[in-house]
């Protein structure tokens, strides 16, 4: 498949300006000024993009793709992640990982998961482990990260009363366990951390990074929305870490307020929770949470805040695949993965979603339907 989108303005997600972006396969071919001498190839698709955005893909690092949910109970469990809802929303890859519920949502269901929507034409990966660290499918993170393709990392939960809560050894042997399990498979090999509601915050992670040695870009802490997590942000950032926030709990405002204090654009990553289901409000308000909501912060953030289009694509583009070592990934560069969308220079809508160089969702209705819609 060839397609040629002429005269669009690139957020690569550096603002490069008008050019046209030629994409053969999987692939981004040729970024220029003019490629009008492509239009004649035999079966080419030509895309109009003057007046529009070209960004890369969404990547949602934080997605409980097997469904979110049943911490109050059977009736608080939550659906599998429908392909077409990430599709329209602009996120062309995920990340799945498992919650509280490690036993009716297990590991191995995690990854059928993950391979089918891999199948279905998005990219998907996963975490091992979850709230309960020790829990693993070939008997090791380690293993799972060396053995089984669709592992990046390892995910884990501190400062969390719902957990089976790690010494400060047990954390560390993780994190370091972790770290050789990405150099052995040439992966990120990183644990997501939940951070949980107790007051320790993020200390037992400052601590393992002294202790072990372990580069610090090897422990990603999420759910840094909290309020007493913020005012820790400037220390794990000072050491040269990165922090997500979670975007149901964090509007653009607070995003904006994190970049006006100081915290560099490129230390900060936004992931959705995607799918999970919150139930502090009790049964009478309980509600899924959207896969869209990085489309909406981000239009926010520009529109609102008036943060730079370049500076709002970072958080759920560039630094998400720096920090997950997806290098093919959240940029729009010769040589990398054709996971492109084309939005309204005004109103920054989705008109276009492309994923891995296929046309999948065109101004806003999806174009690759297939029975299965899971």
Known sequence: MITLIRNVRVFAPQDIGSNDVLVM?????????????????????????????????FIDQHVHILGGGGAAGFGSRGPELNFSEAMIAGTTTVVGCVGVDQIGRDLKSLLAKTRSLDFRGMTAMMFTGGFDWRVSMTGSVENDLFLI????????AVSEHR??????????????????????????????????TLPEGI???????????????????????????????????G??????LTAPSTPASMLKGLLSSGIPVDHITLSTDGNGVPTRGGFDKIERVPLNLLHKRFKDLVLVEEVAVSDALKIITSNVSRVLCMSRKGTVAEGCDADL??????????????????????NGDMLKMQKLDV
């Open 163 to 196: 957990a089976p809560r790690p010494s400060q050894d047990q954390l560390n042997q993780l994190i370091s366990e972790t770290m050789v399990g990405g150099l052995l498979s040439g992966k990120a090999g990183v644990v997501q951390v939940h951070m949980g």
């Open 341 to 362: 969308l084309l939005m309204d220079s005004k109103s920054l809508e989705l008109e276009m979603v492309m994923a891995r160089g296929k046309i999948m969702v065109q």
């Open 25 to 57: 396969g999987e692939r981004i071919a040729r970024i220029a000024p003019d490629l009008g001498t492509f239009a004649s190839l035999p079966s080419i698709s030509i895309v109009e993009g003057k007046g529009r955005y070209l960004t890369p893909g």
């Open 149 to 156: 393709d669709k592992v990046i990392g390892t995910k884990i």
């Open 239 to 244: 050491m040269g870490g990165v922090v997500d």
């Open 203 to 237: 200390t037992p992670l400052v601590k393992a990074v002294k202790e072990t040695g372990v580069p610090i870009k090897h422990v990603l802490p999420t759910h840094m929305h909290r309020k007493h997590l913020l005012g820790q942000i400037p220390e794990w950032v």
